[in-house]
């Protein structure tokens, strides 16, 4: 295959994409060892494809600041969530091996030690200090110590689903040779229905591309699996969307459930990924009664214009109208409640487990018929 020019595509946050991939130097086995956790070590590949450029590593205390106080990096360049990694105690050593288990994935050049305040961390970037916040309860339970620096990485993250691993690198190549310019990243952690299909495509219509890239990485227990969600996106992908229009391709972060601060975080990382564009929708990210339906929305007006660069689009919680004869939302629909076809999340959930097919109007048989199955295993 040749090299495509990417150059039509955005360009990357901080204006290069990162590599942080290399080979295993010899002596690793011999190194001080940092283990890990599940989240970290999504970060570490992240920041090894590019995902999280400009970053290198984990985040330096100058960096860590300006990020949970004003949502900047040190350099000036927006930024949303901490990337950081907890320690127990400052290593002896300036180089570290960091460990998924007992595997070696990457060496971390030692820059700093740092003590933070999580009550504050929490406060900032959750808008809460509830333990009862999956975000915030993870935060409080991590080590007292973070230690940055750049990594290399030599052995990356065993993808779940292999065919759907594209790097930033490979889905701006894949981007390119569609000849696409402008492309709108969907983010998602739930299944497909008609409502995400009508924004998903409302979006498409103003630009060249859509990538779909669903969220594989750690999310709550009572998520639907990702197997599942992955499989109701093919089947809804073959049978309703042109094929030389859409992208689908894992997003290998996990879930913070940072609501506004991880809408922004999420649309930084796929501005990486070469979209120009990306769908923000009500309660983007969020969990929980912790955040306002369009605080995910709302937070974007905190950057100057084209500070981003990639452009957010924001949608309403769609539905079919009966009276309209179409999917709208609130925005483009004058009739009222009894007119629209809206099933709540627990009566789904109800319908499926039961083996019945939701209206054709709520889900599409295909998707619905996936999730029946993943109910009745
Ligand atoms: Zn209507």
Request: aromatic share 10%.
């Amino acid at each position: 295959m040749t090299a495509v020019a990417t150059d039509r595509l955005i360009k990357p946050h901080g204006g290069t994409l990162v590599d942080r991939t290399g080979a295993r130097p010899d002596g690793v086995e011999e190194l001080e060892r940092v283990a890990l956790a599940s989240r970290e070590l999504s970060d570490l590949d992240m920041v090894a494809s590019g995902a999280l450029s400009p970053l290198e590593g984990f985040m330096s205390r100058a960096d860590y600041e300006r990020v949970v106080e004003e949502m900047h990096l040190e350099s000036g360049l927006p930024w949303a969530l901490p990337v950081c990694l907890a320690v127990d105690a400052a290593p002896s050593g300036d180089t570290v091996a960091l460990t998924d288990g007992d595997d070696v994935r990457a060496l971390l050049e030692v820059e700093q030690v740092f003590e933070y305040d999580k009550e504050r961390e929490a406060e900032r970037c959750f808008r809460t200090t509830d333990s009862n916040h999956p975000g915030v309860a993870r935060l409080f339970a991590q080590k007292d110590l973070y230690l940055s620096g750049r990594v290399t990485v030599f052995e990356r993250a065993e993808p779940a689903f292999p065919e759907l691993a594209l790097d930033p690198s490979e889905t701006r190549a894949a981007f390119a040779e569609r000849g696409w310019k402008r492309v709108v990243g969907f983010q998602t952690r739930n299944p497909i229905h008609r409502a995400h299909e009508y924004l998903t495509k409302g979006a498409l219509e103003t630009v060249d591309g859509l990538l779909i890239h669903p969220l594989v990485g750690d999310t709550k227990s009572d998520d639907v699996p990702a197997a599942t969600r992955v499989e109701c996106y093919r089947v809804l992908l073959d049978e309703y969307y042109p094929a030389d229009r859409v992208v689908l391709s894992a997003f290998p972060a996990a879930m913070r459930y940072a609501g506004p601060r991880e809408a922004i975080w999420h649309a930084i990382c796929r501005k990486n990924y070469g979209c120009s564009h990306f769908i923000v929708g009500r309660d983007h990210a969020g969990v929980g009664d912790y955040y306002g339906t369009y605080d995910a929305q709302l937070i974007f007006d905190e950057f100057e214009p084209h500070e981003l660069d990639i452009e957010p689009m924001f949608f309403e919680h769609a539905f079919y109208c009966r009276v309209c004869g179409q999917m709208a939302t609130p925005k483009t629909c004058p009739h009222g409640g009894d007119a629209h076809v809206f099933l709540s999340g627990t009566k789904v959930r109800e319908l499926l487990a039961a083996g019945e097919l939701p209206p054709v109007e709520f889900s599409r048989p295909e998707v619905a018929e996936v999730l029946i199955q993943a109910y009745r295993d």
